[in-house]
């Protein structure tokens, strides 16, 4: 019988008398070109494929995706496709956005699947975010969401705590990365309730938290970039794929001692008949939310964990910039944390009160968008749209953001930190345009059944965040040599996602708040 390489007329491919392992070598190349052309991605049948000019649609989604979806959405009426490094999607127009928000024939964790490689070690955590069982969301919804009135005072604590080890002191102007700051601040807040005061001035487990997330990102998107037979190799060998495996090893170290006393702090008080100690943070929720069921705590922690600090991030990030370039807002949302927080001191309820800066973020949210593409969804079953356009079973889907309609967002080029604070203002319409409010035109936190999660408790920390620098920090762009006023790097963009430059300065300077925020 002959062998396949005698189907590919191997004796012709290589020549002979060549070293037996360069003839496994180029045998393993000439079967790996064919494996990819065999392997690659096709089109879907029946939607138009986007691409821009003198660019393949692959590149065109990978490098130019904000443009490719803004061409697109001009071109075609209707639903339409874009080529991934994973294979094809489809992109509805925004009006489709509340048609399938809760439809029970879309997947939101099995849209994700392919795109994060969660069978490969490191990744465990994007894996475990992903799991059908909902422990993650679970955890966030039932325990973190309803435990705000109760992590306030530690919100408070580690900003102060974090400033100081951050900002400093000095009345002088100093330049700084916003980036960094930001980064370092959200991390600690986010950990501090995650893990308590301990583990979240750890300066391991504090890089970890910092660096997974984008670690993480950056060798998803080399690894879709390379043809499917070379990821397992691409893996192995980029620095990214050597840094999270290397993450999710040390956060086991740092984690698993902790998860190791509280179960057996647990154990000794049921063996002696008592009430197991209350916890307030995300280990004592995650093992009450398990009932039972095994949890892999580290990765599940990465998971909680990068979540939170990424997207937080890159909004609180976003919200200086905003100051900086609008300064006149920065004394408006001091006036209103001076009257609110003076008045009723820390408290979830004095938190909520703070309708101005409500205001202020999902306007910095709209007008500069983390993405142009949001509810992403796996088709479980044959689904037929309102228009008839028929979404097959097995194909990925996500709807177009729409965050400059004129007429949901009169005048939708201007900055307008109290656009939604009017909106409230109108009757009826007091809780239809809060930050953490989802629509079809604002799809900032997603929408349906699948809206982010933690977006209650990534809103209260950014506020507590932004009472302190505001109050204590004046902020402005590094001025131009010539003395004229700064201005900031662009964004940096992958696909349709938008992320604030890594290397962006800003000046700051210490204040005197007028009042007293921290916590005595």
């Not at 201007?414 to 409230?424: K, Y």
Request: hydrophobic content about 40%; glycine content about 6%; proline content about 6%.
């Amino acid at each position: 019988m002959p062998s396949f390489l005698d189907d590919l007329q191997y004796a012709s491919i290589i020549p002979n008398g060549l070293p037996l392992s360069l003839v496994g070598i180029v045998a393993t190349v000439v079967i790996g070109i064919i494996y990819s052309i065999l392997a690659k991605e096709r089109p879907l049948a029946g939607f138009p494929l986007a691409a821009i000019d003198g660019q393949s649609p692959k590149k065109s989604w990978i490098f130019h995706g904000p443009q490719t979806i803004t061409e697109a959405l001009a071109k075609y009426s209707g639903p339409f496709q874009v080529m991934t490094g994973t294979g094809p999607k489809i992109v509805l127009p925004n009006r489709f956005a509340d048609e399938i928000r809760s439809n029970p024939a879309l997947d939101f964790q099995k849209a994700f699947l392919k795109d994060f490689f969660t069978e490969y070690e490191g990744f465990s955590p994007h894996r475990q975010g992903l799991k059908g069982d909902n422990m993650i969301q679970e955890t966030v919804r039932v325990k973190l969401t309803q435990s705000l009135g109760l992590v306030t005072d530690d919100l408070v604590d580690e900003t102060a705590a974090s400033l100081r080890d951050i900002y400093g002191e000095s009345p002088e102007w100093t330049t700084a990365v916003l980036k960094d700051g930001v980064t370092d601040l959200v991390a600690r807040l986010a950990s501090r309730v995650f893990l308590g005061k301990d583990i979240c001035r750890n300066e391991r487990w504090l890089q970890i938290s910092k660096s997974y997330t984008v670690d993480s990102f950056i060798a998803a998107y080399i690894m879709r970039m390379a043809p499917a037979l070379l990821r397992p190799f691409v893996y192995w060998f980029v620095p990214q794929g050597r840094s999270i495996r290397r993450a999710v090893r040390d956060a086991r170290q740092i984690i698993e001692p902790e998860v190791r006393k509280r179960i057996a702090a647990v154990d000794e008080a049921r063996a002696a008949g008592l009430k197991p100690p209350k916890t307030a943070d995300s280990l004592g929720w995650m093992y009450e939310v398990a009932r039972g069921r095994r949890i892999d705590y580290p990765a599940s922690q990465l998971s909680l964990t990068m979540a939170a600090i990424h997207t937080t991030t890159e909004t609180t990030s976003q919200a200086m910039l905003d100051i900086c370039e609008h300064p006149e807002v920065a004394q408006q949302l001091r006036e209103e944390i001076i009257q609110v927080i003076g008045e009723h001191g820390w408290s979830k309820n004095s938190v909520h009160k703070l309708k101005l800066l409500d205001s202020f973020l999902k306007e910095s949210s709209r007008v500069h968008p983390l993405n142009l593409s949001s509810m992403n969804r796996y088709v479980e079953r044959e689904v037929v749209l309102s228009d008839g356009t028929v979404l097959p079973k097995g194909s990925r889907i996500m709807v177009a953001t729409n965050f400059e309609d004129p007429v949901a967002f009169p005048s939708p080029g201007e900055f307008d930190a109290a656009r939604f604070l009017r909106r409230r203002q109108e009757p009826g319409q007091e809780n239809a345009w809060q930050f953490v409010t989802t629509t079809p035109e604002h799809l900032h936190f997603g929408h349906g059944e699948h809206a982010c999660p933690g977006r209650f408790f990534a809103a209260h920390l950014d506020k507590v965040a932004l009472c302190h620098l505001l109050l204590k920090y004046d902020w402005r762009f590094v001025p131009a040599a010539n003395g004229a006023a700064g201005a900031f790097p662009a964004p940096d963009h992958f696909e349709t996602g938008f992320s604030g430059n890594r290397t962006g300065q800003v000046q700051f300077r210490r204040r005197q708040a007028e009042i007293e925020l921290d916590l005595e």
